[in-house]
Each structure stands twice: as structure tokens, then as C-alpha cells.
Nanobody
């Protein structure tokens, strides 16, 4: 069984910073792309950033230049450094990852439980 556990959310003032972490654990034979999504109240879940297994990064236009995604393959962990936060960044942030539980098996998509980020003065 595989679990993704996020941490690092909280309340921050506009212009502040937060760093989210998401650690994968369980029966893991390999991890492909890892990503962060967010969902504000009453809205759909949207992509924030993705990082592939070779480190290629993709960002939503709304966070380019402010957020940075990174990963530590030895720790099966993905991070999201969020700077210059705005009230419109307020949302529940979810991580996901393509994970295979057998060496020659397929990748399956797993999601974390989400962590709340609130940007408010």
C-alpha cells in the first residue's frame, strides 16, 4: 500500500512564504512524475506544478516566478516553495505521484489528503 502525506500548510500574510512537503511511503518500486494541485472553495482542482523523474518542471501561469517545485528522490519527497503569496493562492493543496509498486509493473496515480493554505492579513 502506498501513502502520500502532505505537510507545511498554514496561515500566512500576503507577500509571505510557505514550503509544502509531500512524502510517499509504502511498497514503492519507482516514482515517475510528481505534482501539486490546488482547489479553492467552489472551484475545480487545478494544476499548480509538475516535476518529472528527470527534473523537468512545468508551472501554471498564475504561479510562474513565485513557486518552485523540487524533489528528493532518495526521500521519495516532493516540495513546493511558495513565495510572494497572494490571497488568491488560498486553497487546499494536494500532491500526487505516479508510483509503481512492482519493478516491471505499471505506474498508478496516488493522491495525498491535502493541506490547507490560507493567505490573509
Amino acid at each position: 500500500q502506498v501513502q502520500l502525506v502532505e505537510s507545511g500548510g498554514g496561515l500566512v500574510q500576503p507577500g509571505g512564504s510557505l514550503k509544502l512537503s509531500c512524502a510517499a511511503s509504502g511498497s514503492i518500486a519507482g516514482i515517475g512524475a510528481m505534482g501539486w494541485y490546488r482547489q479553492a472553495p467552489g472551484k475545480q482542482r487545478d494544476l499548480v506544478a509538475i516535476i518529472t523523474s528527470d527534473g523537468t518542471q512545468t508551472y501554471a501561469d498564475s504561479v510562474k516566478g513565485r513557486f518552485t517545485i523540487s524533489r528528493d528522490n532518495a526521500r521519495n519527497t516532493v516540495y513546493l516553495q511558495m513565495n510572494s503569496l497572494k490571497p488568491e493562492d488560498t486553497a487546499v493543496y494536494y500532491c500526487n505521484a505516479g508510483i509503481k509498486t512492482k519493478l516491471y509493473g505499471p505506474l498508478s496515480l496516488y493522491w495525498g489528503q491535502g493541506t490547507q493554505v490560507t493567505v490573509s492579513s
